[in-house]
């Protein structure tokens, strides 16, 4: 029984994922702003590393072929970032540092509310892609995946008008002998975030590494896994269109992108979604820097 069962389940998912594919590649016409269901846009023969607001083409380095777990087809070609395109996209996160944790997380806040209500426009199309990537069927990636990825996004954005406001404050009467005497703490952003996703979640992950990095004023490079990239370069578009200032999130490609960020000096927090082994070692890296790190 058990087999029959596992053997009808996975029947059902092939024939979704792939009338999912379908889809897809159907799609002739298209551009970021204007999305249908049966105009998806196309997924690139070439996926590259989006930096500073922009795709990022890689001149040299090695490259990777991303294929859909339900039907085994090639989706895309990934160009797999270098050294030199990682430290480019920290050095893109650390430039657009300044000026985004200057904004009033109001302001932060209203961006990301209009990212999520994006992703809720798109998800005819994001479902889909998010589906023939990673292999998920197309009823959680419709109803569950991707939505929940812009409610995160939101409720972050509700929170980021007293993300960094709120301290505390002390009265210290006695303090050097001065009866007057007080102290105070007040939250500050700590600069260059990395976040590192699994293949299982991409949007969802996505959305709870850089909600609460962004709406506390925080700049981000994201690594998505290897496995399933895409819906990670759509949302960093998406960003582009929301109004998010360039270099504020990043996104490198390719599994060593990810000791490159852990080990960067100007990463000053990782988060990461992953194994256990992963993140083992990912905690090695970061502590000779003393980096932040939350599994």
């Not at 029947?11 to 105009?39: C, E, G, I, Q």
């Not at 002998?177 to 007040?186: K, L």
Request: proline share 5%.
């Amino acid at each position: 029984e058990k087999s029959y069962t596992h053997n009808h389940t996975s029947m059902l998912l092939r024939t979704t994922l792939n009338s999912a594919h379908r889809h897809l590649r159907a799609s002739t016409r298209v551009s970021v702003r204007s999305f249908s269901y049966t105009a998806c846009f196309p997924i690139p023969e070439v996926s590259r590393s989006w930096i500073s607001g922009g795709y990022y083409d890689q001149v040299d380095g090695p490259t990777y072929d991303n294929y859909a777990p339900s039907t085994g087809a090639k989706i895309s070609t990934v160009q797999e970032a270098d050294a030199d395109t990682v430290n480019l996209a920290v050095e893109a996160a650390r430039e657009a540092f300044p000026a985004w944790a200057a904004m009033s997380g109001a302001e932060r806040g209203r961006i990301l509310t209009r990212a999520a209500n994006l992703i809720r426009e798109y998800n005819d199309d994001l479902h889909l892609l998010e589906a023939v990537d990673a292999g998920i069927p197309v009823s959680e990636t419709k109803y569950v995946q991707v939505l929940c990825g812009a409610d995160a996004f939101e409720y972050y954005g509700g929170l980021a008008s007293n993300a960094c406001q709120s301290g505390m404050v002390l009265d210290l009467p006695h303090a050097g002998g001065h009866p007057d005497s007080w102290s105070y703490t007040r939250r500050e952003p700590l600069g260059v975030c990395a976040g590192i996703g699994a293949w299982n979640y991409p949007v969802q992950v996505c959305s709870w590494k850089a909600g609460p990095a962004l709406a506390c004023g925080n700049t981000m490079v994201f690594k998505p896994s290897e496995c399933s990239p895409l819906t990670a370069l759509k949302i960093a578009e998406i960003f582009k269109e929301a109004g998010l200032p360039d270099g504020v999130f990043n996104v490198v490609l390719g599994r060593s992108a990810g000791p490159m960020l852990t080990t960067h000096s100007d990463v000053k927090k990782i988060s990461f979604t992953g194994s256990t082994e992963t993140g083992v070692r990912i905690i090695q890296d970061a502590a000779p820097s003393l980096k932040k790190v939350t599994m």
